[in-house]
């Protein structure tokens, strides 16, 4: 401090550290330097701030006292002086490379919540919405039923509260400022602390190809925004407790939905063109059958239920609108593998051949691929 300019090196201690600073004051023009002394209001400091992809800011700015309500906590805050720029769009271009990226470094911080009366701990839900009155009404509805809730405005406040203090679940909208629920749900999809976290879409949204694309992601479900809060409550439970079965490695080679969301077709023709390998898993009221796919072509069907040829099981199978789908990486045997799209587009034939049938020739075919 030769020149009587207090000047300190700001550095993080991670990537996720930075970006809880950035959402929670320097997006807004305040810093809070980690040390011990207090300076008079007015003090004049000079910062040289060190960012996660080795850049580096030279800010100034003035001590001030803690927001109301924040008095204890531990530094010095410090109100910025007005960014250049080219300093504004550095930052941000360093802000939007890290918010899809893990960092190894850090992980969120769990903190188990106490137990209610009755001896059971409540869920920690972590609801998102750039709508005020939806906060509001389903927070408060959540609230009264035992779940405790934290809300955000956009996506980037809630990654920000959930690096600092991990939800049992998120439960978010899609279209936000700042970053919108895909957004969200890939930075916390590329996160290993959050494996165990489910994402769940609060969403209208209809088409097919748009909520592949969510299960592609990580997307744990999609509930409409006019469902009642118990039932909402039901499927988050659901939700947690499938998260938790999953193993900490290579969730992300995995595919899970509902088959009301998105039909068999579509995550079939989604295979293939990947060339995914391994096995789907198709369950219904109890009743299942795995599919066994080779660089995206079938190479087998466990349990066949009344069928007695693999096809006219996937046909059968192609037919349900309620159940749901599961997919994990494996390795599989080729063997005489059928091409998947062979299979959709002679399922179409039969059903368009089915739908112009007279129903007592649809019924004698129908009991004939049974035998």
């Known amino acids: 401090m030769s020149d009587g300019i207090h000047t300190y090196a700001v550095r993080f201690e991670s990537r996720d550290d930075f970006l809880v600073e950035y959402t929670d004051r320097l997006r807004h023009g305040a810093l809070v330097l980690p040390v011990s002394d207090r300076f008079p209001s007015g003090t004049v400091v000079r910062l040289r701030v060190h960012l996660p992809d080795e850049g580096v800011l030279y800010l100034t700015g ?17 109100k910025l002086n007005p960014l250049q720029p080219a300093d504004e769009a550095r930052l941000e271009r360093c802000v939007d490379g890290l918010l899809g ?8 911080e769990s903190h188990p919540a106490e137990p209610d009366a009755d001896g059971e701990t409540p869920l ?13 009404e389903l927070g408060e509805a959540l609230r009264n039923r035992d779940v405790r809730v934290r809300v955000a405005e956009n996506g980037l406040l809630a990654l920000s509260h959930a690096l600092k203090r991990m939800p049992d679940a998120i439960l978010t909208d899609v279209e936000m400022p700042q970053m919108d629920g ?12 959050f494996v165990h976290v489910p994402v769940v879409f609060l969403t209208r949204l209809s088409d097919e ?25 039901a499927r988050l439970r659901g939700a947690i407790a499938r998260r938790r079965l999953l193993p900490t490695t290579n969730v992300s080679q995995g595919l899970r939905g509902e088959l009301e969301h998105v039909r068999l077709g579509s995550v079939l023709a989604f295979l293939e063109s990947e060339r995914r390998s391994g096995w789907l898993h198709v369950r219904r009221s109890g009743e299942v059958s795995t599919l066994h796919v080779c660089q995206g072509a079938l190479a087998g069907v466990e349990n066949l239920g009344r069928q007695a040829h693999p096809h006219d099981r ?16 494996q390795d599989v045997e080729a063997g005489e593998a059928t091409p998947l799209s062979y299979l959709l587009l002679e399922h179409a034939r039969r059903s368009d051949e089915s739908a112009n049938m007279p129903e007592h020739a649809r019924h004698e075919r129908e009991a004939k691929a049974a035998r």
Do not use: C, N
């Not at 895909?182 to 602390?193: Q, V």
């Open 314 to 329: 996937v046909f059968e199978l192609l037919a349900w609108s309620h159940g749901e789908f599961e997919f994990s990486a």
């Open 182 to 193: 895909w957004g969200l749900l890939r930075a916390i999809r590329s996160r290993p602390a």
């Open 124 to 136: 920690a839900v972590l609801l998102v919405d750039d709508s005020v009155s939806q906060r509001l």
């Open 101 to 108: 990226g893990a960092d190894d470094a850090a992980t969120a």
């Open 62 to 78: 003035v001590a001030v006292a803690a927001p109301r309500g924040l008095a204890a906590e531990q530094g010095q805050w410090v």
């Open 209 to 233: 190809a748009t909520r592949l694309r969510g299960y592609r992601l990580g997307v744990d479900d999609y509930l409409p925004k006019s469902m009642p809060s118990e039932e909402i409550l």
